[in-house]
């Protein structure tokens, strides 16, 4: 078990421990700035005509709003869409689209992990998901078309 410990950094150096204090003094106000940013970009889009379903618990139209309001101070920092699949005619299929909108990202990150301090984009059915088939994402609610 000691050298474990030391070969798998199971303990913090002294200066991890340093950024990660130094990190804490700040993380109030960095939070509340992420959740205000979330529920601002859940706003708008949900009435984004290319967006067919928001999941924020932030917002009043969510069915999980009042529990939030209950529980939390916030709906929090992370909003997941549901993009509209190709449009009538197109001979694209969903994650050729997918990937045409990726493509096109110019202030967000596509990430696999959304821990860093830019704004990213998760597209769980190729990351996080990308196991599973296709039935199985359904099942959970993640389509080639959900974004986080």
């Known amino acids: 078990l000691n050298f474990l410990k030391s070969s798998i950094g199971a303990i913090a150096s002294p200066f991890e421990a340093y950024l990660a204090l130094r990190g804490l003094k700040t993380l ?7 959740c205000a940013n979330a529920k601002r970009v859940a706003e708008f889009l949900e009435s984004h005509s290319r967006i067919d ?32 699949g190709p449009p009538p005619g197109s001979t694209d299929s969903e994650l050729a689209m997918m ?15 959304l821990g860093g301090v830019e704004s990213m984009i998760n597209h769980s059915a190729t990351m996080s998901h990308g ?6 994402r359904a ?3 993640i389509f080639d078309t959900t974004l986080r």
């Open 28 to 34: 109030a106000v960095r939070m509340e700035r992420q």
């Open 53 to 84: 379903k928001v999941f924020y618990p932030g917002l009043a139209s969510s069915p999980h709003h009042e529990l939030c309001r209950r529980q939390m101070r916030t709906g929090g920092a992370v909003v997941t869409v549901r993009l509209k």
């Open 99 to 113: 990937r045409r909108f990726f493509g096109r990202l110019r202030y967000w990150v596509l990430a696999e992990s």
């Open 131 to 136: 196991s599973m088939s296709q039935e199985e």
């Open 139 to 141: 099942q959970v609610g």
